[in-house]
């Protein structure tokens, strides 16, 4: 008996050192080993411990396209952030079965293919496209211009493809608020807008930093969106990290890439030692 | 506008259709990967308390949070240094690291549901560690597994960034291709298989969805 105790154990233990090296340990490792790497035009990289990568970055080409990128992706979060909010507060509302139904409605494109859906954003944008002519029939859009290719279509791309990723934890979130409390305050004499600024915003405020960070983070690196329906006019850092690739300056890629995880792996073990404040003072 | 209807019966026959078709093979082969590690790594943090499970906690969240592109890349460097053929293996494992954390925490999360007093009954019943975790937490862990295998197979299936980083001349995923066909123009075609893949990840994800949900009934 004591054999198969150690057997199990031990199989969870591997289970869990597999897991960890896979998802975690590999990238950032080889990322960071690659960005230190020399670039050299006869190899992909030379083993060589040196910033030529970093420095590179820091030229006025890359910083405007790396500047240009994070206001894309901040222009995405704030409308995905102005559009999801309301939308879940009102499913927030409905009884029951409804809230089941819109949810399983929001969280089911999230799970369709990425790519896919931009192609579907394409046809609605294209010359005789949907939006186009709808567009065009309140004249916001002259009878001659075109919505494809434009920085605006990339956004609307990224914006409707990013959508549910904002969406869900908002609405996981709010439906986690005690409804009570609402109550309370309005018995209380608050007007309804009081109790949305001082009780509803501040308790939904975890879900929203969630819902942030997760369309943050594709909306600079989803390369293909940009590349549909922004016909190359419009770079983000996905792509300027597949163009390094593809030019075979990998260490400079591999740069960006490094760039871009020191945010992540800050802002996500950020949140979790917020909750565990707030668990600990429970507790108490 | 050539050959206006009759795209589904086509679309087969494109070059290359074929062999992406080993997509369900590999998004397959991901998804049994994740069905036996998944659950192991749940029991490891929540059953057996094992050491460093709030770090392996930590970057599965992390880990979440990586764009596809950084997985990719970091698997096709270390494909180059170690100087062994992209394709498969390299699709993979980076499959594997876009998969595992999300069936990670979800197989974690359907422990808040199972008492922990049904395990230690078991042991007390005089169940072996083996026997305990075959006819008592797999069962109870049924939803989250499936859900999770159910959720790393459309992942895995309908993934383009990783997979155009790590697919080889003759090993291509269906979104790769589907990719290079959109970049060099919109046919018909594409928009028959593209319906396809939607439906059958509509339909898969409706699955998962519901079979997640039974458990709070």
Redesign the interface.
Known sequence: MFRSITRLKLCCASAQTIGVFICLLLPLVTLTFASLCRYHHTQAMTPDVSFAAYQQLLQPMYLIVIVRAVGMGLTTTVMCLCIAYPITLMINQLPDRQQHFFLGAMILPMWSSTLVRTFSVLNLLKQHGLLTLMLRAVHLLGPHQNLLFTRTATLIGLVYVLLPLMLIPISANLRQIDSSLLQAAQDLGATAGQRFCKILLPLSLPGIRLGCIMVFLPAISLFFIPDILGGARVLLLGNLIQDAFSNGQWPLGAALCVMLLLPITFISSLPLWRQRTYQSADKQ | MPHRGGHIGKAPHGSGFVRSLLTKLLAFSVAVCNV??AP??A???K??R?P??H??H??????????????G??????F??AEWPLGFPALF?GH??LT??VS?LLNTHQFKNIPAQLWHAAQDLGA???QG?MWVMIPLLKPSIIAAAL?SW??S??D??IS??LSSATFQTL?VY??GL??SG?TPM??AV?SL??CL??A???L??RIM?KRYE
């Not at chain 2, 930590?58 to 950084?70: G, N, T």
């Open positions: 036996i590690l192991c790594i029991c490891a943090r059953l057996y094992l460093g499970r770090l392996s930590q970057s599965y969240l992390i880990a979440m949070a990586f764009p596809d592109i950084v997985l890349i970091s698997f096709l460097i270390v180059h240094f494992m594997l690291a595992l954390p990670v072996s560690d083996g975790f959720i459309v992942f299936f309908d383009a960034i155009f980083f979104p589907i990719l959109i970049k919109v594409l928009n593209s893949i939607l990840t509509a898969l994800s409706v998962a969805y949900s």
